[in-house]
C-alpha cells in the first residue's frame, strides 16, 4: 500500500438543482451559480474578448456560451473526431493573437488508419464557423483503443505551444522516444517541432519530445512565477501526480508510479529510482485529476498563486499551493460533481466544467 499524501478533509457539498447554493472555503463564503446547461460531456474552455466562452464536448462538437448563458449552435468547420471512450474533441485555446489573427486552436483524438491519436490544429473563427481548419500535428503511430490521449494545450510567453498526451493505454510507449506517445510536445508558433526540444538532441527520437514518461496528462498551465510548464496526470490505481516539466526529463511511466496496476500488482515507487523524475506532490487515494489554472484573479485574494485543480473522482477543486519546485494541497472545495477543466473568468471569478451527459458550466464567486 501506498504512503497517503496530504488530503485535507471538506464537507460534502451536492450540487442541488436551486441556484445559488453557498459553500465554505479558505475565501470566505463562495456562491456557486449555473452559468450554463445542456452540454454534453464539456471539455475545454476559454475566453473570448466579449465574454463568451469556447467550449468544447467530447462527442465532436464546439460551441459558443454567451455571457447570459446561452448555448449557441456547434460551430462549423470543426475537424472529424474519434469520439470513442476518453476520445473526441478535447481542448481549445484562444491564440495568443487572437484580436489579430482570429486563431483557435484544438486538440482531438484523430481517427485514421490503425486507430487514433492526439492531433492539434487550428482555424479562424467567424460567427458559427472555424473557417480554414489545418491539421497543425498529428502524432504518430494511431494505435486502437479510446484511452488516454492526453490533449491540453499551453501557450508559453515566447509563443512556444505545449500539447500534453498520453501513453494510450499501452505504458510502455511512454519510454520509446521514437514516438511521441506519453510525451509532452512542444511546438514553435509555426506549429514545427522547436529546434532546441530533447528529441532533437537524440538520435532516432521524435524531435517534437519534450518531455517523457507521461500516463495521461490531463491539465497544463503555465506557471508564470516559475515560468515553467506545470501538468498533472492520472496515476494507474491512485497516484495522481502534479509535475514540473523540464526538458528531456524522464517522468518515470511505466517504470515507476505511486499508484499501482488494477490488477493489484505493485509498481515501484519514484523514489527507489532516482535517475528518474518525481512529482512535486502525489494524490493517494485518487483525485483523477483534470483541468487546471493558475488563480491570478482579484475575487479571492486568499487563492491567488494557487493552482486550481479540477477533480472528477474528488467532484470538485483541489486547491494547491506551490513552493520552488514542490506543492502542497491546502484546500478542497467539494461542488459535488464530475469537474472536467477549469477557467479563471474575467471578473476573477472561477468556472468549473462539469462532466457529464447533460453537463454544464458552474461559477464561483464571493458571496458577499
Not at 275 to 288: F, G, K, N, Q
Not at 331 to 351: M, N
Amino acid at each position: 500500500m501506498k504512503a497517503f499524501a496530504v488530503v485535507l478533509s471538506a464537507a460534502i457539498f451536492a450540487l442541488p438543482a436551486a441556484a445559488q447554493p453557498v459553500i465554505g472555503t479558505d475565501a470566505g463564503s463562495v456562491r456557486v451559480d449555473t452559468f450554463a446547461t445542456g452540454l454534453e460531456h464539456p471539455w475545454g474552455v476559454d475566453v473570448l474578448p466579449n465574454g463568451a466562452l469556447i467550449v468544447t464536448e467530447r462527442p465532436g462538437r464546439v460551441r459558443i456560451v454567451q455571457p447570459d448563458g446561452s448555448v449557441g449552435p456547434p460551430l462549423a468547420g470543426v475537424p472529424d473526431v474519434a469520439a470513442n471512450n476518453q476520445g473526441g474533441m478535447l481542448d481549445v485555446k484562444l491564440d495568443p493573437a487572437f484580436s489579430e489573427n482570429g486563431f483557435v486552436w484544438l486538440s482531438y483524438a484523430e481517427p485514421g488508419p490503425g486507430g487514433a491519436s492526439t492531433a492539434l490544429g487550428r482555424g479562424q473563427l467567424s460567427g458559427d464557423a472555424i473557417e480554414g481548419f489545418e491539421v497543425v500535428y498529428s502524432q504518430t503511430p494511431k494505435v486502437g483503443g479510446g484511452r488516454h490521449f492526453g490533449g491540453r494545450i499551453v501557450f508559453s510567453p515566447n509563443g512556444d505551444i505545449y500539447l500534453s498526451t498520453g501513453d494510450r493505454g499501452r505504458k510502455s510507449p511512454s519510454q520509446d522516444l521514437s514516438n511521441s506517445i506519453g510525451a509532452v510536445v512542444r511546438l514553435t508558433a509555426d506549429g514545427v517541432p522547436a529546434p532546441d526540444n530533447y528529441g532533437q538532441s537524440v538520435s532516432g527520437a521524435a524531435p517534437e519530445i519534450f518531455s517523457y514518461g507521461h500516463r495521461n496528462a490531463l491539465g497544463a498551465i503555465w506557471h508564470p512565477e516559475r515560468n515553467a510548464l506545470w501538468i498533472h496526470e492520472m496515476g494507474p490505481r491512485h497516484g495522481d501526480e502534479l509535475h514540473e516539466v523540464v526538458a528531456g526529463e524522464n517522468y518515470g511511466w511505466p517504470l515507476v508510479s505511486w499508484g499501482d496496476n488494477y490488477s493489484g500488482i505493485p509498481i515501484p515507487d519514484p523514489d527507489t529510482r532516482p535517475d528518474l523524475r518525481d512529482s512535486a506532490t502525489y494524490w493517494v487515494p485518487s483525485i483523477a485529476p483534470s483541468g487546471m489554472a493558475y488563480y491570478d484573479g482579484d475575487a479571492f485574494p486568499e487563492w491567488r498563486g494557487s493552482l486550481l485543480i479540477g477533480g472528477l473522482r474528488a467532484r470538485g477543486i483541489v486547491r494547491v499551493d506551490t513552493n520552488g519546485q514542490s506543492a502542497r494541497e491546502v484546500e478542497r472545495i467539494d461542488l459535488g460533481a464530475r469537474i472536467r477543466d477549469i477557467e479563471i473568468y474575467r471578473d476573477g471569478s472561477v468556472l468549473a466544467l462539469i462532466d457529464a451527459p447533460n453537463g454544464g458550466i458552474i461559477q464561483l464567486r464571493p458571496a458577499d
